[in-house]
């Protein structure tokens, strides 16, 4: 049954897909480096808030030598505001794997592209597809959502296994256009049959034969696995300036943001007291405490319940990097969580 509904796939979705396309910035050729940095950065992101970091990365860094050789700041700072930062360190990685591996050209095998650094089966399934014409189908969220509905399947698509065997089942059934295939079942996932509105069957090339369509029972797909709630943490941010500058630092090369820019933060909300003695504690004499402004933050495992202490300093001291507003904005990638912090200042 499953097999009959997917062999179905191909004559109607090709050349619907052909029609009714959307024209972004990553369509406009098959190079991989182009193709592969859009998959990056379309991972929980939408295409609209992609696509101008998209044309912005390529302006800056236009060959996968480039991206190898560019540093740390800059590449954060390209990044900033996009989340989920070890997307980029792993794209950097990866291409210094293709410049010493394969001598600056992308690989065009399906093990070679899988054993780059952040290429998992979803991303190698896409480049080689989209890339390369070969049957290697790109099984994500999207897709799985749109096999349930089709197959009426009610095993829960969070399965590793799940995916896996609609890996097998497309696999079976690609077409030699295996790019065109794939962007197509991305395309109606992403359009017709997406994840938070009911779907639009009227408009479908799938509708005559979707089980979900036929037996009005489309919105009960997909099934998923009950969520695990999130940890839960507070923490106190300090916004500290002195002369025109603020203090910043640099977390830890390893664990959460690693490698990027924040405010001087500790664990707990502090009341007012505690937080004055928190900051001569970082060896700063505090003076006016400008504001204090309560925001959260959600991270995939963790939501940060954060409180902003805005404060005036005397001297610009401690074991801080002191810099103007100039300055963060020019170089330094302040990442989403402490960003939201630094847009309630003046200067933004
Ligand atoms: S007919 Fe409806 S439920 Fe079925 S694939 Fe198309 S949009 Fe999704």
Redo the contacts with the bound molecule.
């Keep these: 049954m499953e097999e009959n509904i997917l062999s179905a796939l191909p004559g109607v979705l090709l050349p619907w897909y052909r029609e009714n396309r959307r024209e972004l910035p990553w369509r406009r050729d098959r190079e991989p480096y182009h193709v592969w940095l859009s998959e990056i950065m379309l991972q929980q992101t939408r295409v609209e808030a992609v696509k101008g970091y998209y044309t912005r990365f390529l302006e800056a860094l236009p060959t996968i030598e480039d991206l190898a050789n560019c540093d740390d700041d800059t590449l954060h700072k390209l990044w900033e505001g996009l989340g989920y930062y070890s997307r980029v360190r792993n794209l950097k990685k990866a291409a210094n794997q293709i410049m010493k591996r394969h001598g600056g050209r992308f690989p065009d095998t399906y093990e070679e592209v899988r054993a780059l650094s952040g290429i998992g089966d979803y991303t190698a399934g896409a480049i080689c597809s989209i890339c390369f014409d070969y049957p290697t189908p790109a099984v994500d969220g999207n897709v799985l959502r749109?096999i349930s509905?089709?197959t009426e399947d009610a095993t829960p698509i969070d399965l590793p296994a799940r995916k896996k065997e609609v890996s097998q089942l497309l696999a079976a059934v690609y077409p030699a256009e295996a790019g065109d295939f794939t962007q197509a079942l991305m395309e109606?996932g992403a359009t017709?049959?997406g994840p938070n509105w009911k779907?639009?069957?009227q408009e479908?090339p799938?509708?005559q034969f979707?089980g979900?369509?036929i037996h009005g029972a489309?919105e009960q797909f997909p099934v998923k696995l009950p969520k695990k709630g999130k940890k839960e943490e507070d923490r106190t941010v300090f916004i500290l300036s002195c002369d025109g500058k603020y203090a910043l630092q640099k977390r830890p090369n390893k664990g959460l943001l690693a490698g990027l820019w924040q405010f001087p933060n500790v664990s707990g909300k502090l009341d007012t007291p505690k937080a004055l003695a928190a900051v001569e504690e970082l060896g700063l004499r505090p003076r006016d405490i400008l504001r204090i402004v309560e925001r959260k933050h959600i991270f995939t495992h963790i939501r940060w319940e954060m409180r902003g202490i805005y404060l005036e300093v005397a001297e610009c001291a401690g074991d801080f990097t002191w810099m103007t507003a100039e300055e963060i904005e020019a170089s330094a990638a302040l990442p989403t969580a402490f960003r939201q912090f630094w847009e309630e200042t003046d200067h933004v």
Excluded: D
């Design positions: 749109v509905r089709l109606l017709l049959c779907p639009r069957c479908c799938c509708a979707c979900g369509a489309a």
